[in-house]
Structures are given as C-alpha cells and as structure tokens.
C-alpha cells in the first residue's frame, strides 16, 4: 500500500525546521508596511484565526475565488441527506476556492500544485504508480527537445565562448556590425535579442509561432509512419504492433519563440488497458532515431498572412533525442534519468511567456513581436487561417496547450485532481470527528471517484475573486512561499538521510 502524503499546514510547528519559529510563525521580515497594518486590524478585530484557517484550506492561493451557496449530500439509495454544508456557515460567509491558475507569476501556491500533479502524472509514465503499471518502465523512452528554425542571428549565452565572433568591420544592409565578440552570461537581457532587428524575419516568427501547434501535430503523424514503415506494417496497422506515447510542454526561449520538450514512448500493440511491454528489439536509440528522422521529415505549408508569405515551415534543424532511463543504474554514462526529465517538465509547464519574456530584453524584442503580431492581425483577410491572432498577443502568438499528453501516456490531472479533493475530504472528515486519517491507496481514490454513492445537489453563485485587501494577499504569498521553503526543506533533508 502507497500512503498519500498530507500537504502540510503552515500554521502548525515543524520539529527541526528552521523557517520555523514559536514566536514568528510566518516571516514578516517581508511585508511591507499596510500589509502588517492589516495583519495587526486583522489581530484586533479577532479575525486572524478565522482568516488563516480560510486562507489554509486554499492552500494560500494567491486569488481564491469567492461562492455563495450551498450544496447537500443525498445517498443515492435511500435519498437520504447525510450532510449539508452553506458557505453561510463560514466565517466570512463565503466559501473560498483556489484559483488553480498555472503560472508562478500568477499565483505560486496554486502553480506549485500544478506542477506537482504534471510532475505525478509525466513521473507515473515513465517508473508506473498511480494505476500506471510499472512494467511501463520498461518500454523505450527517449527525451526529445524540438526547437523552431532561425529568423535572424540573436545574440547568445555560449557557456563563456564569444557571441558571435566575426570581422569586426562587416556590416549588414542596416550599417550594423555583424559581429558580436562579448561572451555573454545566461542572465545577460541582450540574450536572445536580435543583433540586427531590421534583418531580423519577425513576421517569418510570429507566423512560424502561430503554426507550432499544427507542426507539433504532423510530426506525432509523422512519427506513427516512420514507426509503421521500419516495422513493417501500414500505418493504418501500426496499433497492432505498436503505440506511440507521450507528454510534452511547450517552453519560451529567450528569443519569444516556443520550443517542445516531450518524454516519447513506445509502448506494445494497443489494448483496452493499455502500456503492453513494447518489441524487444527496439531499444531507445532505434526510437531516438525514428524521431529524429520524423522531426527532419514534417513541414508545413503556411498560408500567407496579410502578405507576408512565410512558405515552408519546418522544425529548426537542432534536434535533440536522448534516452533515457527509468532509475539510475551502475552505467555511469546513461545521460538521463525519468525523475529529473520529470521534474523539469513539470518545471517549465508552469511558465508563461510573461515569466520568461522579461519585459526589459534590449531593444524592445518582444514589444517588436507584440506589433508584429498586431499588425498581422489588423491586416489578415477572413478565412487565412489566422482567425483570433490578435487574441493571442500577450503569449506572443501561441496558441497551444503548454503541457499535453496522449491518451495512454499516464493518468490525466483531472484524475490526480479528483483523488486530492477526495483525500482532502476525507482527511476533513476525519478532523472533524476525531477519527484516524485511514491509510489510503491511489487506486482507492480514484476507484471511490467513479462509482460515487451520494449525489451532490447544489446551488452556487460567483461573487468574485481575490482577498479583501491586498494586506491578506501579502500574507498569502507569505505563508504560500513558507510552505514551499518547508518543502524543500524536507526534500533536502529526506535526500540527506
Ligand atoms: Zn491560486
Ligand atoms: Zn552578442
Ligand atoms: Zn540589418
């Protein structure tokens, strides 16, 4: 039996932490001045503790959303109410919600739970757990990073090498230097700004942007034929002997453009429960070449936009494949390893363009990208393909999902999302009427979850978003950040041990 881990509570003395003090429990040092004035009207007013314990239970979101209703538990058999909660009954007469939104920059508390669940759920098809049977460790499994084609040199980190070294006294159409001889740090704003802007394809960009989507699309199609065709069978057949799995997030470069990260994995012919032991003789280097092959292969043709016609689009000619292992081994020079592949997937999943595009780059960058795709937009013709474009400015362009799975990768975060709900009732439930927290099994979970005894009956209304003042926002950001330095505290201890 696998326990599910509580979520610690921020209130409560951890035995050895030391963020952790008797006489501060939350580090004000921080806040600024109307935060702790709110804080102490808060202490006053006697509200404090009704007000940390609301904050508690959205896990110190940032922005909760705010319900007025209520809702009342029927047992389905004998009709039976067996329980009715009002958020009338709450302290402050409202039931508060996570905002569950997935940027840090957003809110850190409910981001922080999005990337635990992508980490579960990208970590569960590469080692099994939480109903993914761990045979699944056994099949190919390949890291792949697809990046986008170049629209102009950018200037660029080298690890201490120098930019872009070239004669000092050749210029470009623009009377620039073509050259770059700084040897720039990662951190550095002028990475990934254009070392010309004017000969810099912004619309080839915004337009490639648009379309990486679609691009990421053909090439699972690509894929699938590659496979079909090296083993033998018609595409239409392929399942038959084989199925191709996988997660991917989409990441910002420095340069605005995206680029795809995905755990690929070749499973056995398709089942009803799925994850069949993949042909022995495909090791993960055959599928690391298939991909490769597949990612030099896909294209696609754009349709022009506003007269600016970007032609063929391909994926940029850097493509990385790499295996990878489920658990480290004796090898010393297997590269990577499913836990951190996992980790740094759920990692970048929870950044946004607005997290990595850091709106003082050099020269305007992303400002130059934003009028780009604006002016795209205010000079398409109907029926292009590039409908709503100006609807997706702010995420200079991109339009598709930042973490996705195919259907038989691992368990879906709904799921994982439906299994921490119901352990946190029950986990509730329990407190409330002094009984022990009864140790749960994952499958336990989310097999209560799909055939449900009582029918919830309920009526809602939305009042709005976000804490009263922006006094109680200070201090959630604190005390979410305090249960993230606890965290990683207890990772680093536990890894100690
Ligand atoms: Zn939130
Ligand atoms: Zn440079
Ligand atoms: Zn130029």
Known sequence: MRRVDAVPSVGAPRA??????????????????????????????????????????????????????????????TGEVTSTYSSRHEPFGVTYVRCGNRRGSVCPACSRIYARD???????????????????????????????PSFGPVHAAKGGQRCRPRDGHAVCEHSRSVACWQAHEGDDLAVGTPICPECYDYAAHAIWQWWAPELWRRFTITTRRVIARAMGVPDLRLGEVATLQYAKVAEYQARGVVHFHALVRLDGPKTLEGYAPAPASITPLVLAGWLEEAAARVHFDAPPCAGHDAGRLRFGAQVDARSVTATRGDDPHAPLVGEQVAGYLA????????????????????????????????????????????????MLG?????????????????????????????????????????????????????????????????????????????????AADRARAYDQWRAETAWRA
Request: hydrophobic fraction near 40%; aromatic fraction near 8%.
């Open 347 to 394: 990692k970048y999943a929870t950044k946004a363009a607005s997290d990595t595009t850091d709106p003082r780059r050099g020269c305007g960058h992303y400002r130059r990208l934003r009028a780009t795709i604006d002016d795209l937009a205010d000079h398409r013709v109907a029926g292009d393909g590039y409908e709503l474009m100006g609807k997706w400015v702010h």
């Open 16 to 77: 050895g932490f030391p963020g952790y003090s008797e006489a501060s429990p939350l580090d004000f040092d921080g806040l600024g001045a109307a935060a702790r004035q709110g804080m102490v009207e808060r202490l006053v007013g006697g509200t404090f503790d009704a007000w940390a314990d609301a904050a508690s239970r959205v896990g110190h979101c940032a922005h909760p959303i705010k319900l007025v209703g209520s809702s009342s538990r029927v047992d389905r058999a």
């Open 118 to 148: 992508t980490f579960e759920m990208i970590r569960a098809g590469v080692v099994g757990g939480k109903s993914v049977p761990e045979q699944v460790s056994g099949n190919p499994l390949v890291f792949l990073t697809l990046t986008a």
């Open 398 to 478: 991109f339009r598709g999902h930042f973490s996705s799975k195919s259907r038989r990768y691992s368990i879906t975060l709904g799921a994982l999302r439906r299994a921490r709900a119901r352990w946190q009732r029950i986990a509730t439930d329990s407190a409330r009427d002094g009984r022990q927290m009864p140790v749960l099994d994952f499958a336990d979970l989310i097999a209560d979850d799909e055939e449900e005894t009582t029918l919830v009956v309920g009526s809602w209304n939305y009042v709005g978003t976000g804490w009263d003042t922006a006094a109680d926002t200070a201090l959630a950001l604190a």
